[in-house]
C-alpha cells in the first residue's frame, strides 16, 4: 500500500502538536503550567469516571512519570484532588477542584477552537470516515506494539 506524505504527516501528528502548543501557550504562562499539565486537565474535563492516572495513560500516550510529576503539581496548586475509589482503595481518581473550573473553560475554548480551525470545510459525514479509519489504525497499531 501506497501512504502520501500528508497521510504519513497526519499519523504523526506534529503538525496538530504545534498548532496545539501555539494555541495553548498564553494559558501555560499565565498559570505557570507545563503542557502535560493543560493535558491531563483537557482529560480530565471529558473522561468521566475514567479518571485515575492509568487511565490518562491508556488514552494520552504520556509516560507515569510524566503523569505523575503532572498531577502532583496539579495537586499542589490546588486544581486537582485525588479522590480514593469506593470499592476498590487501590484506585486512585483524579478530579478537577472548583478552584480549576476557570482554567479548565480556558482549556475547552483553546481546544474547541484548534478543532474548529482544524475540522473547517469538513462535513460531518467526513468525520465520521475519518472516526472509523482512525479507530481502524489504533486498532492495528496496538496490535503490532503487544
Not at 500528508?6 to 494555541?23: C, D, F, I, P, T
Not at 475509589?85 to 487501590?90: A, F, L, P, Q, T
Not at 477542584?97 to 474547541?112: P, R, S, V
Request: charged fraction near 30%; proline fraction near 1%; hydrophobic fraction near 40%.
Amino acid at each position: 500500500m501506497n501512504i502520501d506524505k500528508s497521510v504519513q504527516a497526519l499519523l504523526h501528528g506534529l503538525q496538530y502538536k504545534k498548532l496545539l502548543e501555539n494555541r495553548i501557550i498564553s494559558i501555560q504562562e499565565k498559570y505557570d503550567l507545563r503542557k502535560v499539565d493543560i493535558e491531563v486537565l483537557y482529560f480530565l474535563a471529558h473522561c468521566g469516571e475514567h479518571n485515575t492516572a492509568r487511565d490518562i495513560r491508556a488514552d494520552m500516550n504520556l509516560t507515569k512519570g510524566h503523569i505523575s510529576q503532572s498531577v502532583d503539581r496539579l495537586q499542589k496548586m490546588g486544581l486537582v484532588m485525588q479522590v480514593p475509589d469506593k470499592e476498590d482503595r487501590r484506585y486512585i481518581h483524579l478530579a478537577p477542584t472548583e478552584q480549576a473550573k476557570t482554567l479548565m473553560d480556558e482549556i475547552l475554548d483553546a481546544w474547541d477552537s484548534l478543532n474548529q480551525s482544524v475540522f473547517a470545510g469538513i462535513t460531518e459525514d467526513e468525520v465520521q470516515v475519518l472516526k472509523t479509519v482512525a479507530q481502524k489504525i489504533k486498532n492495528n497499531l496496538e496490535k503490532e506494539l503487544k
